[in-house]
């Protein structure tokens, strides 16, 4: 048994939601990139231009990405060996939360209730997923989520005779609604299979993955154990969603998409849902693991 | 080519503003989002009824004026304003056709509109226009002064008027009804 004082949770929490807010990864960052030199549009080029320019300002001059510094979406995978001591874990992430939008300069974004609709001030409470996990570590993955994109995101409950096809349009569907609400290029984030939430949980945790496809060393076992027509179809989906002509900012041309990241698990002999969580080109997500 | 435009627009700069023109916004422009929209329709709708002059009651006034959906990150000691991209534009729909109807003359935000509001805006003869989602960074450079003129209460949400010099816009919806998401 490993004790974790949850006051470190909340420090590591506080520093992730300020770096994850005005530093994109590696992958992401040179997926725009790319898009720049690829694009075939002028409107589209400029627009990419913009999100290249702004992303060095965020950084060099420490001011978000996005204005929509996002609702805080947290993942905990806690190695069944810890042992959280100094206070509650879920008080800990969200003081966390608190801190990291308030030292930050963040936006806060969140309300008390969907109906009262009253800003709670300190964008809390964050939306919080706890996994159990062999080992004595957490991996803690923060990814501030914007609504703009979330607010096109869909769930489909298809029938098994839907089969491959069915889950190829309802991607593409989805992608090409979102249009220039969601501020293309997205990262595309599909869950498929589980039940309801288990396939929506999925679809949201796709887009905390690398974009950089078998790139790192972690990816790349993973990679492994997954079935290669999930690698084909995520490939196949990039270039049909990129083929809609949507384009940069939804004005037209070549890169509407950076990547597709497909999750998949069992469901029931009656089912095949299909979750397909957009995210902007502000593709966040900071993980750490303590 | 970015053509360089001055707020307020005259009459003749909405009739040659085009959908697909990139442009430069210099002048003034006030903000609203989702909560402001609704309370300003609720001051609307209660001046009518106790027969007030709405231009009195709301927090600036429409006729003549622009309207930038846009929530903005906290400014930092030293700073105008924080990150300050555009909102969806579509959630104000609701809200839009009775801001035309009292003279509104153009829009910034980002994303689709509905019939009405681009019925409407033939009708009043209004524009409007993009800014790139996701730069508010870059955005934010483009702003001069920022002051919060009304529902402080909001945070985010509260109404401000800012300066803006050289903002970079497309025109998503022209006066004519040409809209350049139709063609893509």
Known sequence: ??????????KNIREMCIEANLFLEEDVEKAIRTAGYTETSETGRSVLSQIEDNLKIAGDERIPICQDTGMAVVFLEIGQEVHFTGGDITDAVNEGVRQGYEEGYLRKSVVNDPIERINTG???????????????????????????????????????????????????????????????????????????EKCALMSKKALTRSIQKDKSPADAAESKERNLYIKELEEELLLKINDTGLGPAGLGGRNTVLAVNIETFPTHIAGLPVAVNICCHVNRHKTRII | MFKEIKIP?????????????????????????????????????????????????????????????????????????????????????????????????????????????????????????????????????????SDIIAFEDLGPEAVRKLYVERFPVIVVADATGRCIYDEI
Not at chain 1, 159 to 165: F, N, T, V
Not at chain 2, 19 to 38: E, F, Q, S
Not at chain 2, 57 to 85: D, E, R, T, W
């Open chain 1, 1 to 10: 048994m490993r004790d974790l004082e949850v006051s470190l949770i909340t």
């Open chain 1, 122 to 196: 300190d964008n809390t409470p964050a939306v919080i997923h706890f996994e159990i996990v062999p080992g004595d570590k957490v991996k803690l993955t923060v990814a501030p989520k914007g609504f703009g994109s979330e607010n096109m995101s869909r769930i489909f409950m298809l029938k098994p005779a839907d089969g491959i096809e069915g889950v190829k349009n309802a991607v593409i569907n989805t992608a090409k609604e979102a249009g220039p609400n969601a501020c293309p290029p997205f990262v595309i984030g599909v869950g498929i299979g589980g039940d309801f």
């Open chain 2, 9 to 145: 627009f005259s009459k003749e700069d909405i009739a040659n503003l085009k959908a697909g023109d990139t442009i430069y916004l210099t002048g003034t422009v006030y903000t609203a989002r989702d909560a402001a929209h609704k309370r300003m329709s609720e001051l609307i709708e209660d001046g009518k009824k106790r027969g007030l002059d709405i231009d009195d009651i709301l927090p600036f006034p429409v006729k003549g004026n622009v309207i930038y959906y846009m929530g903005p990150s906290p400014a930092k000691p030293g700073q105008v304003i924080g990150s300050a991209g555009p909102t969806t534009s579509g959630r104000m729909d609701k809200y839009t056709p009775q801001l035309l109807g009292m003279g509104l003359t153009a829009m910034i935000g980002k994303g689709k509109r509905t019939k009405e509001v681009y019925d409407s805006m033939k009708k009043n003869g209004a524009v409007y226009m993009a800014a790139v989602g996701g730069a508010g960074a870059l955005l934010s450079k483009c702003i001069k002064s």
